[in-house]
C-alpha cells in the first residue's frame, strides 16, 4: 500500500511539474510580449514670460489619439509604451513644437512654446446711414365725427377734449405737469 501511495505522489509531484513548466513555457513568452508603459510628463510654458499655459494639446506624431492637454496649471501627463516619440506640442497664437523623446523609463519634458505672431494688412471699413428722421415737422391728425363717436363716453357726455387725449402722442397737460 505504501509502494502504491508512493507511485502516485510522485507521479502526482511529476504531472504537477509538468504542468507548471508548460504554463510557464506559454506564459513567460506572452508576457515578454506585453510593452512597458511609461510616462512622460512635464510642463508647458511660454518661453517669453515663463508663465503656464493651460489647455495646451500634446500628443506623439506617431499615435495621434494619445494625446492629453495640459491641465490649469500647465502641467501635464502622457503615459505611452517603450520607444522613440515625436512630440507635437499645440497652443492657439503659440508656434507648435516638435520635441523628440526617447522613452525607456519615466521622463520629465518641460516644454517652451513661443508666440506666433501674424502681420494683418489695413483694414478699412466703411458704411451709409440710413436717414430715418422725419422729412416733415409738421405732423397732422385727423379725428372724424364717427371716430368720436363710437369711443366710449365715461361719466356723462362725449368730451372732444378728452378724445384728443386719447390719441397716440398726445399727453394731457393738467396739475403738476410743465
Known amino acids: 500500500m505504501q509502494a502504491i501511495a508512493a507511485f502516485l505522489f510522485s507521479g502526482m509531484r511529476k504531472l504537477s511539474f509538468l504542468f507548471l513548466f508548460l504554463n510557464l513555457a506559454i506564459i513567460l513568452p506572452l508576457w515578454s510580449e506585453i510593452p512597458v508603459q511609461v510616462t ?18 500634446i500628443f506623439p506624431k506617431e499615435k495621434p489619439s494619445m494625446g492629453v492637454t495640459s491641465n490649469s496649471y500647465g502641467y501635464y501627463s502622457l503615459s505611452l509604451p517603450q520607444g522613440s516619440y515625436t512630440l507635437n506640442v499645440q497652443f492657439l497664437g503659440y508656434q507648435t513644437a516638435l520635441i523628440p523623446v526617447t522613452l ?3 521622463s520629465t519634458v518641460d516644454i ?26 409738421q405732423v397732422v391728425s385727423k379725428i372724424s365725427v364717427h371716430e ?3 369711443i366710449p363716453v365715461i361719466l356723462g357726455e362725449k368730451d372732444i377734449l378728452k378724445t384728443i387725449q386719447l390719441m397716440p402722442g398726445i399727453s394731457p397737460a393738467g396739475e403738476g405737469n410743465a
Open 104 to 106: 525607456e523609463k519615466n
Open 40 to 57: 512622460v510628463s512635464g510642463f508647458v510654458r511660454d518661453k517669453k514670460t515663463g508663465e503656464t499655459i493651460s489647455g495646451a494639446v
Open 112 to 137: 517652451d512654446l513661443e508666440e506666433a505672431s501674424v502681420s494683418l494688412g489695413e483694414v478699412t471699413v466703411t458704411g451709409e446711414k440710413t436717414n430715418n428722421n422725419l422729412k416733415s415737422n
Open 148 to 150: 368720436i363717436r363710437t
